[in-house]
Nanobody, 118 residues
Framework: QVQLVESGGGLVQAGGSLRLSCAASGRIFNPNNMGWYRQAPGKQRELVATITYYARTNYADSVKDRFSISRDNAKNTVYLQMNSLKPEDTAVYYC????????????WGQGTQVTVSS
């Protein structure tokens, strides 16, 4: 089992910044991909950004040029730097890790609330 613990969410005004962190522990399998997803009230969970073990990144069009994902493999931690936040970024943000080689290696964090006020 792998545990993912997110931190860094909160309330911020539009135009502000937040940095989310997600630390993995337990039976970690490398290489793995890590990512951030979000779910707003009444909407489906959507991809925000992902990063491979070797730091290849992918972003949703809605966050490109505003958000930046990074990871520290030595600390088994992934980060999401969010700048120029908009009210539509308000959601619960979830951390995920999965392995490209082991289909059952797919874990989620409990989520952290991000609220952007206008």
């Amino acid at each position: 089992q792998v545990q993912l613990v997110e931190s860094g969410g909160g309330l911020v005004q539009a135009g502000g910044s937040l940095r989310l962190s997600c630390a993995a522990s337990g039976r970690i399998f490398n290489p793995n991909n890590m990512g951030w997803y979000r779910q707003a009230p009444g909407k489906q969970r959507e991809l925000v950004a992902t990063i491979t073990y070797y730091a290849r990144t992918n972003y949703a069009d809605s966050v490109k040029d505003r958000f930046s994902i990074s990871r520290d493999n030595a600390k088994n931690t992934v980060y999401l730097q969010m700048n120029s936040l908009k009210p539509e970024d308000t959601a619960v943000y979830y951390c995920n890790t999965k392995s490209p080689n082991v289909p059952t290696y797919d874990y989620w964090g409990q989520g952290t609330q991000v609220t952007v006020s206008s």
